[in-house]
């Protein structure tokens, strides 16, 4: 895995090809950038909407919060984590599936479609 490691926000995210893709992650006018999936590993399942994402983060160990109603928020008792997502699941960028990677080791990874 090669790239620029990017922290904005509170988040640090991989960009691959720091040239394809702005550091800001919006990707308006770059139709020639590959989109990038949410696969989980061992089903090798792509994820597609939230309730795939959920129903997988419930099975280890995440729990989720109700507080913020303009967002999506898991968090494990173990650890500090806390992943945050957008309810809309079109504003779900790279960025949230890097924090998904991060904080579950070889249970995701993102892949280019």
Not at 44 to 59: A, G, M, Q
Not at 82 to 106: A, E
Request: charged share 25%; hydrophobic share 35%; aromatic share 10%.
């Amino acid at each position: 895995m090669s790239g620029v490691w990017v922290f904005k926000n509170g988040v640090v995210r991989l960009v691959e090809n720091p040239g394809a893709e702005p550091l800001d992650g919006n990707r308006q006018g770059s139709s020639s950038a590959r989109r990038k999936v949410l696969v989980h590993v061992p089903s090798n399942e792509v994820i597609t909407c939230y309730e795939d994402l959920e129903s997988k983060l419930l099975s280890l160990g995440w729990e989720r919060y109700y507080d913020d109603p303009d967002l999506l928020q898991f968090h494990k008792r173990s650890t500090v984590h806390l992943i945050s997502l957008p309810r809309d699941f079109n504003k779900f960028k790279s960025i949230h599936m890097y924090d998904i990677v991060v904080k579950n080791r070889n249970m995701f990874e993102v892949r280019d479609m």
